[in-house]
């Protein structure tokens, strides 16, 4: 949550140190605990999805 505050670069070096299954743990937490945070996450970076490895 910390991170997010910093900014999306913050984001997305925190998640680069995780492996696949602890970035989609952190997702879901943030998403379920902190609902408004997570979708500001989603409207400043829409292409978390490519973070998370994700190939659709």
Do not use: H, Y
Request: with cysteine; charged share 25%.
């Amino acid at each position: 949550m910390e991170r997010l505050e910093q900014g999306i670069d913050a984001v997305k070096q925190f998640l680069s140190t995780l492996t696949s299954d602890e970035r989609w743990g952190v997702m879901v937490q943030m998403e379920e605990n902190e609902p408004q945070m997570f979708g500001q996450l989603v409207a400043q970076a829409p292409d978390w999805l490519e973070w998370m490895g994700c190939s659709f």
